[in-house]
């Protein structure tokens, strides 16, 4: 099964930055949309941020000024900078890339950030 394979969590301070990345395989042509979202303990996964093929982006409202998502096409990978990181930031983050003939995406095994003093 194709997936997408997330990196850069860990254990940070309230007030540091963390840098996400996810790289999808070759295998997958013409990804559209990609896209960070995360599952908080206890929560449900809710949508972070996602960018467009051409670089549109849009982010929830409890990230905005904070993260920013960007991406390379060349070599299929989206990245979440994360700044000021507060404790609620607590979740593993799981990234997602859809194309024209997957559009629920394929999904990475997540990674896990902890936001903790």
């Known amino acids: 099964q194709v997936q997408l394979v997330e990196s850069g969590g860990g254990l940070v301070q309230p007030g540091e930055s963390l840098r996400l990345s996810c790289a999808a395989p070759g295998s997958i042509f013409r990804i559209n949309d990609m896209g960070w979202y995360r599952r908080a303990p206890g929560k449900e996964r809710e949508l972070v941020a996602v960018i467009s093929r051409g670089g549109d982006t849009n982010y929830a409202d409890f990230v905005k000024g904070r993260f920013t998502i960007s991406r390379d096409n060349a070599k299929n990978t989206v990245y979440l900078q994360m700044n000021s990181l507060k404790p609620k930031d607590t979740a593993v983050y799981y990234c997602?890339?859809?194309?024209?003939?997957?559009?629920?995406?394929?999904w990475g095994r997540g990674t896990l950030v902890t936001v903790s003093s």
């Open positions: 997602n890339a859809k194309t024209t003939y997957n559009t629920l995406g394929y």
